[in-house]
């Protein structure tokens, strides 16, 4: 079993419950269980289109023993069972899952880098990664 923080966030709908019907997702992944949570803060929209919805945002502490690729492909799962679609680059969201940290893990694909490339650039992040590291 590996270790993994993972970002969320919503600024779409009934964004806390958004995001909690996505850790229960995240939860109930093959292998995996959600360890511990941070707080939920709110938060403006980081770039995208302008006047999008504050998003909440949180982060995950999992364990998990899928594989990086796997991890990203059934958060993505997630996504669009939530009714993600593909929109503008940083663009409002109803759910937005990204893996942050993979154990110790550095991995570039063109499919995925860990650690997240925009990690130490998001007060966002941080601030719930640094409550439950």
């Given amino acids: 079993m590996i270790v993994c923080y993972i970002g969320t ?8 419950e958004n995001l ?9 992944l093959k292998n995996t269980k959600v360890l511990k949570s941070s707080r ?3 938060t403006k929209p980081l770039g995208g289109p302008r006047r999008q919805p ?9 364990r998990t023993k899928l594989s990086a690729l796997l991890l990203l492909k059934s ?11 593909k929109s503008v680059r940083f663009g409002p969201r ?17 499919d995925l880098v860990v ?7 998001r007060d966002f992040v ?8």
Avoid: C, M, W
């Fill in 20 to 28: 909690r019907v996505a850790v229960k997702k995240v939860n109930s």
């Fill in 75 to 85: 958060l993505k799962a997630i996504e669009k069972e939530l009714g993600r679609k």
């Fill in 9 to 16: 966030g919503s600024n779409l709908g009934n964004r806390l």
């Fill in 126 to 133: 941080l601030r719930p990664l640094l409550e439950i590291i």
């Fill in 54 to 62: 504050e998003f909440l945002n949180a982060v995950l502490k999992i």
């Fill in 40 to 42: 939920i803060i709110q």
């Fill in 94 to 110: 109803v759910i937005d899952l990204d893996i942050l940290l993979y154990g110790d893990k550095i991995i570039e694909t063109k």
């Fill in 115 to 121: 650690p997240h490339p925009r990690i130490f650039e």
